[in-house]
């Protein structure tokens, strides 16, 4: 698949329209620059769209505290959120971003495990950013995944303004899913939103502070009642919901209405049922919805979670026989019940018999029978540096370098950063700035512990792997905490919570080279210190272990002016 964005900053809006086989010229040529770069010999599924350019626009969510107000946003093809991608397992993506926007831009994939290819991850750590002005051509894989996820703007403070996107990843058609196909399949993205620009929350981190409470809360880019889904009675209903949010839990209900849990990030989930369910930063699920209530319209509700003063926003469930406006309070839903979390987070496990992307059953691979060649214990914290407020994993606060790791240890540019500089535990001592890289040998198989001393949950996720979420608890974790781990059906995710003075346990195994990011999802967090990248090393330079750099990388930094590969 060929997908065309452009990036917009409140402005060039950007439409997409199919191309005829016979009159693409562009064709043949991205065809075969895409056979060369990811080394493929199956079939490809592609469609070839061009952007068109339109005027000015402005973006105008809808809020409770007052309609009103006009808002910038970064809009992708003139959408906010920007179009949606279907795919399929194993399906090949060319997408090519435009950036119209008037400072650097990168997209990532959150979720998307970039096989054997950190170098498409979109983020510093191994892209170089998109110029303004210029475009850049993505060339990626859903290799071997299904499910839901979703893109979003990683520089700076972009996630602020939009930028983001939902990804859907269906099965192939020979392999079983564990549930009926749904009448609809509807993406529900929601976040937190700030009336103040991008630039000026990126001034207020600078400047040493943390961002202010958020303004609002947002169901596919608009408030109160601002999108309707639309059903017909009797029938069952697919919504897949993601948190692109920058600080905020979530819970999401719908008035009068049971969901069935059928998948988190790529696993099918054994099938409970739940009246709420909570998501938590970066976080995506999938529930199934039967419309078996009377003929009416319906609240679909979202609010804060763990916030002093909740925030709340809703959609419109419509039956579509129904002529009845939504009526009555909305649906209650927990605020600030940790405990209540915590239940429901352990409730949420494999589904041992179903297929996932391969035919064999999710059961097949017995994780729990591995031992961990290696324990990272992973603690945050909130440091002040020099004056400021920081953010840090381990004491040392990350700051990004002059040129993306992954060039600058491909092309072996010293004085970038030194592996080693975050330690493996929780370190003594006051906090630090480093370009902090730690490394980890291919094909080994590790369990990390996220450590959490804060009073606020935490959401961590990694880049080019998912990991089995074997345990949560509060308090100090120790060895003995290992005798609570769920090693027969633990869910398999790449984003997961720690709760307030908690951890969590996940066992992974490191079966994709690259320069992978490991960050927190709260947006402000991350762009102060609380990341760090996890260098997966093997000296082999096979492609059967890894792609070679990209012919039309872009090339910055200390990187500018070096040669990719003749072919």
Known sequence: MVVLFSALFAGVCVGVFCRNRSRNSLEGSCLMQFIDEMNVVQSIRIVFFFAVRSHLRKMVPTYAVGSASVFLGILINGQFPGPQIDCVTNDNLIISVYNYLDEPF?????????????????????????????????????????????????????????????????????????????????????????????????????????????????????????????????????????????????????????????????????????????????????????????????????????????????????????????????????????????????????????SAPRPNPQGSYHYGLIKPSRTVILANSAPYINGKQRYAVNSVSYVSPDTPLKLADYFKIGGVFTIGRIPDKPAAGNAYLATSVMNSDYRAFVEIVFQNWEDTVQSWHMNGNAFFVVGMDGGQWTTASRTGYNLRDAVFRSTAQVYPKSWTAVYLALDNVGMWNIRSENWARQYLGQQFYLRVYTASTSLRDEYPVPRDALLCGRARGRHTRPF
Not at 205 to 226: E, K, Q, Y
Not at 303 to 313: A, E, G, P, Q
């Open 106 to 354: 990168l997209i990532s994939w959150n979720g998307i495990l970039q096989r054997k290819n950190s170098w498409q991850d979109g983020v510093f750590g191994t892209t170089c950013p998109i110029p303004p002005g210029k475009n850049f051509t993505y060339i990626l894989q859903v290799k071997d995944q299904i499910g839901s996820y979703y893109y979003f703007p990683s520089l700076g403070l972009h996630k602020a303004a939009g930028g983001f996107g939902s990804i859907k990843i269906y099965s192939r058609p020979l392999i079983p899913v564990p549930f009926p196909p749904p009448a609809g399949d509807h993406s529900v993205l929601v976040g937190d939103w700030f009336k103040s620009s991008h630039k000026q929350l990126r001034y207020i981190l600078d400047s040493g502070h943390n961002l202010p409470f958020p303004d609002g809360l947002l169901i596919n880019g608009r408030g109160w009642n601002g999108i309707t889904f639309n059903v017909d009675s009797g029938k069952t209903y697919r919504f897949r919901i993601s948190n692109v949010g920058l600080s905020t839990s979530i819970n999401f209900r719908i008035q009068g209405h049971m969901m069935t849990l059928v998948e988190v990030e790529g696993s099918h989930t054994i099938q409970n049922t739940y009246s709420s369910i909570d998501i938590h930063l970066g976080q995506s699920y999938s529930v199934l919805v039967k419309a078996d209530q009377p003929p009416k319209d319906y609240y679909i509700v979202i609010s804060s979670r763990f916030t002093s003063t909740v925030l709340t926003s809703t959609a419109i469930l419509h039956y579509r026989n129904s002529f009845s406006k939504v009526s009555g309070y909305l649906p209650g839903g927990p605020t600030i019940q940790i405990d209540w979390s915590l239940d429901q987070a352990r409730s949420i496990r494999r589904n041992l018999t179903a």
